[in-house]
């Protein structure tokens, strides 16, 4: 699967009557411009993070990251938004970005545009930069209770790993943050792969790593 950065394509939006106040919320599921993946953002350790929590196509790998030993591991649940900081004065967050076409990382911003869309733009070292427009595909995502531990070690255990196989497409609705639903309950809807991303590994150590440098 691949998360580059193309301009202008947008897709329509089954939340355009989401209540006005979560205009300026960047938090939810959000449908890349080219349709292949759904990110979800989410506020974790006080900054604003994202992963990949749907893929069109199961069975991606992040062929083209630098690192070699990383190149086998499934896109589903990797982290593509770091340790975004809300800009003073403006609905903008800045940090940084992973193109798993190219294997880099860049700086970026993200900006919601009303109630549905999400802008992200990326460049590299100031210049060449470039952008698209992602689609709401789920509500805004209630602050994690994994923020809760932002003064204690994280768990990084079983609650954040994350699987190789692609959720269906009942996934693209409304995030789930409690993990896996219980097994044999019935009527439930399918288990979300992902959770809560403040609990992935990738995230919950990197917050951790920062605490100890401080």
């Not at 006005?20 to 990110?39: E, H, L, M, Q």
């Not at 802008?119 to 809760?148: D, H, M, Q, Y």
């Amino acid at each position: 699967m691949r998360l580059a950065l193309y301009t202008g394509i947008m897709l329509a939006s089954g939340f355009s009557c989401l209540n006005p106040a979560f205009a300026a919320d960047p938090t939810g599921d959000w449908r890349v411009a080219d349709g292949v993946a759904n990110i979800r953002v989410a506020q974790c350790y006080g900054s604003m993070w994202g992963a990949v929590s749907w893929e069109k196509t199961p069975g991606g790998r992040d062929e083209y990251n630098p690192d070699v030993s990383k190149r086998n591991r499934p896109t589903l649940g990797m982290v593509i938004l770091f340790d975004m900081k809300k800009k003073a004065g403006v609905d903008q967050w800045e940090g940084q970005v992973y193109n798993a076409k190219d294997g880099q990382l860049y700086s970026s911003t993200i900006t919601p545009v009303g109630t549905d869309q999400l802008e992200i733009k990326g460049c590299v070292l100031g210049f060449l930069c470039g952008g698209e427009t992602w689609t709401r595909v789920g509500p805004p995502i209630p602050s994690s209770p994994a923020n809760s531990l932002a003064k204690s070690a994280p768990k990084t255990g079983t609650a954040g790993k994350t699987t190789g196989t692609a959720a269906t497409t009942a996934h693209a609705g409304a995030p789930k943050t409690t993990g896996a639903i219980a097994k044999g309950q019935k009527g439930a809807p399918p288990a979300d792969p992902v959770g809560d991303i403040c609990l992935l590994p990738e995230i919950a150590g990197f917050a951790h790593e920062g605490r100890l440098k401080q």
